[in-house]
């Protein structure tokens, strides 16, 4: 095993109610001798030392952040972002930990206001013995505005240093105040190298049969980046192996995990076959075979986070301005699922599939975009034309800045014929034409009475 950055930690009690998080995993040997065989292996592997964990490095390598705060002992107020069995609660232990601070850990799906004044009072408690705390609150994005607001004074007046910890965007989840006192860390999913590493160490807490090249790929495939969901696998892998096989295999791997590794996993090519096929049939407009695929995916283990996210590409993309109304709808499904979970909100997608499926094509605006992107990738810098530039200052308005340029309110329609706004060379160049479908059919007309009234413009010119 690795040695310790702090050989001087020592294992401590940890804190009575404290629940059990997956993340990157530890060596198993020191760990396994302190606790029951019952515990959950990824409980068992939960790194006793920063040495110990796998993963993070843009956060625990040489000269990165959280490595500068255990080296120099500066413990700060932090947001950790990241998916699910990243390390997140494993780290704030650890900090925690390395700094002797007493350790209090709520729960935003559970607690609430009462949680947090009982945390204050602990935490004012080891403050006259002269000890730190550390309050950290797993889904932080959970609680309300008013819960979040009642850790701010504390915070400020360093009762207690705050560790969040979130799968949510905390722009979007966590409010401005308590977001301006945290310094946001942002975790990342676990590589595959990474998760074969996980499975090496878990067969080697088990004692089990060490898995097959292809057994222990098709696991990391199934992970998906969470170190608890692989380590869950191991755990069960193990305990259904064959007695007296030499390896666990993929056979034995899919006879243990049935389901859970059911027909495809995410990184195969199966996988990436059945979201075409999704895709493909949105785009055909075929809300038949479009749930008939969504379902696929959801019976295969698929995310629906990460479906919801490909049916806010596919408005976007197959959708566009024929019918907007299907962006805000998908992303109204999204938030809803986030809401309600699975298997619930599943429901609100399996709607948004629906509507896609049966919307008005276009891919207009998509098509134009990587025409203009394309364009300015191959092309020069051209110059803005001056009257379109700002001048806000006098020198600018003498070498003709904004100079002849037109407001457009104040004409009949809010429209300046002729006017020019591409760069010079590119004037009359037409990237966006839309489709002649649902409301891309009357902003093609109008599209159209603009650019004939620009046309005649410049002939009478």
């Not at 993963?55 to 000269?63: N, T």
């Not at 979130?166 to 942002?186: I, K, M, Q, Y």
Request: proline share 6%.
């Amino acid at each position: 095993m690795t040695e310790s950055l702090f050989p001087e930690w020592s294992s401590p009690a940890e804190p009575a109610g404290t629940p059990p998080s997956a993340g990157a995993s530890a060596g198993a040997g020191k760990r396994s001798a302190l606790v029951g065989s019952a515990q959950p292996l990824a409980e068992r592997l939960r790194p006793m030392q920063l040495a110990d964990v796998i993963g993070q490095r843009q956060l625990l390598g040489e000269g990165m952040p959280l490595r500068v705060a255990f080296e120099t002992g500066r413990l700060h107020s932090m947001i950790l972002w990241g998916p699910p069995g990243v390390g997140k609660t494993t780290l704030a232990r650890l900090l925690t930990q390395a700094f002797d601070a007493q350790f209090i850990t709520i729960s935003a799906v559970l607690g609430g206001v009462k949680e947090i004044r009982e945390a204050v009072d602990r935490a004012l408690a080891a403050q006259a013995q002269g000890r730190r705390t550390v309050v950290f609150v797993d889904e932080v994005h959970r609680f309300n505005k008013s819960q979040q607001d009642a850790f701010l004074p504390h915070v400020e007046s360093g009762l207690f240093t705050f560790i969040g910890a979130t799968t949510e965007n905390p722009s979007f989840e966590v409010n401005s105040a308590l977001l301006s006192r945290a310094t946001v860390h942002v975790l990342k999913a676990l590589d595959e190298a990474e998760l074969l590493d996980l499975v090496a160490r878990g067969q080697q807490a088990l004692g089990c049969p060490p898995f097959s090249a292809a057994a222990a790929k098709r696991l990391a495939a199934y992970a998906d980046g969470d170190a608890r969901r692989l380590l869950n696998a191991v755990d069960t892998a193990a305990a259904l192996a064959p007695k007296g096989a030499a390896e666990i295999d993929e056979a034995a791997l899919e006879r243990a995990l049935g389901e859970q590794l059911r027909r495809y996993d995410k990184g195969g090519e199966q996988f990436y076959d059945v979201i075409s096929a999704l895709h493909k049939s949105v785009r055909g407009s075929d809300p038949d075979a479009a749930l008939y695929w969504f379902a696929r995916m959801l019976d295969g283990g698929v995310d629906a986070r990460y479906i919801s996210r490909r049916l806010i590409r596919m408005a976007s993309e197959d959708i566009g301005l024929a019918d907007p109304r299907a962006l805000r709808l998908c992303l109204d499904a999204a938030e809803t699922y986030e809401r309600l979970g699975s298997p619930e909100g599943e429901l609100t997608l399996a709607q948004a599939v629906v509507y896609l499926a049966v919307a008005p094509k276009s891919n207009a605006v998509y098509s134009a975009y990587k025409t203009v992107r394309a364009l300015v990738k191959q092309d020069g810098s051209r110059p803005v034309p001056l009257h379109l530039r700002n001048a806000p200052t006098h020198l600018m308005k003498d070498l003709g800045y904004g100079r002849d340029y037109r407001y457009a309110h104040e004409h009949p329609d809010g429209f300046v014929a002729g006017e020019q706004y591409l760069p010079d060379g590119l004037q009359g160049q037409q990237f966006y034409e839309p489709v002649p479908r649902g409301l891309e059919l009357r902003i093609g007309e109008r599209l159209r009475d603009l650019r004939q009234r620009n046309a005649d413009a410049d002939s009478d010119d």
